[in-house]
């Protein structure tokens, strides 16, 4: 099966400026997560996506939103960029049954805020 | 909100020796906690993940133990090896969520 693909990997942007990535899952994985990770914050979750409905969300202000189609890719907008924004910003996916099941992350999307 | 707290931030050790990290977390009802290694430049990969209907798991020269009373789990590493470095991360989770609260990170170094 081929893995967890994240597009673009790389991104610079200027404050203000909105950005959105793109996360195609595992075929056959039903739910999709979207987690920032920072030197100085670590692993933050941020929302999952699972039969194109947020099912979970993190502590993140309204500028970070996402979606999911019906094929179970996955996009993330964040808007009015700020310099704290600057992250990699990982998904990943998973069959999500009835238990929590293994995540799968993807490269990751490092953005980069000027 | 769940919080996950993880010890030490680094940790060296001598090829062939082992590691040990550890986690607390502080919602009761955490009932799921991976353990995700990350090379550097690489994407998180699950090196194994314990259940709290189970108190320890082996797979090979890696086991986690899960103590729920006290809310920790740990991770351990024995016969150390040069690829086993790398940033450790600890996470858990409950109600079935595919929402992962992290630990800091462990940079672990194996000296050769």
């Known amino acids: 099966k081929a893995g967890v693909t994240q597009t673009p990997r790389y991104l610079i942007k200027t404050r203000g400026q909105q950005v959105t990535l793109s996360c195609s899952p595992i075929?056959?994985?039903?739910?999709v997560s979207w987690y920032q990770q920072t030197p100085g914050q670590g692993l933050q979750f941020l929302f999952e996506?699972?039969?194109?409905?947020?099912?979970n969300k993190g502590n993140f202000p309204g500028r970070f939103s996402g979606r999911q189609f019906s094929n179970s890719r996955s996009e993330m907008n964040v808007s009015t960029l700020e310099l704290g924004d600057s992250a990699l910003y990982l998904c990943?996916?998973?069959?999500?049954?009835?238990?929590?099941?293994?995540?799968?992350f993807g490269p990751g999307t490092r953005l980069t805020v000027l | 909100g769940e919080n996950v707290e993880q010890h030490p931030s680094t940790l060296s050790v001598q090829e062939g020796d082992s590691a040990v990290i550890k986690c607390t977390y502080s919602d009761s009802a955490s009932n799921y906690f991976p353990w995700y290694k990350q090379e550097l430049g690489k994407r998180p990969q699950l090196i194994i993940d314990?259940?709290?209907?189970?108190g320890e798991k082996k797979d090979q020269r890696i086991a986690v133990t899960l103590n729920k009373t006290a809310k920790h789990f740990s991770l351990h590493i024995t016969e150390t090896q040069p690829e086993d470095s790398a940033v450790y991360f600890c996470?858990?989770?409950?109600?079935?969520?595919?929402?992962?609260?992290f630990g800091q990170g462990t940079r672990l170094t194996i000296n050769p």
């Open positions: 996470a858990a989770s409950k109600g079935g969520a595919q929402k992962l609260v």
């Open positions: 996506y699972f039969s194109e409905t947020q099912r």
């Open positions: 314990i259940r709290s209907n189970v």
């Open positions: 990943a996916s998973s069959f999500a049954g009835a238990l929590t099941d293994e995540q799968f």
């Open positions: 075929s056959g994985h039903r739910s």
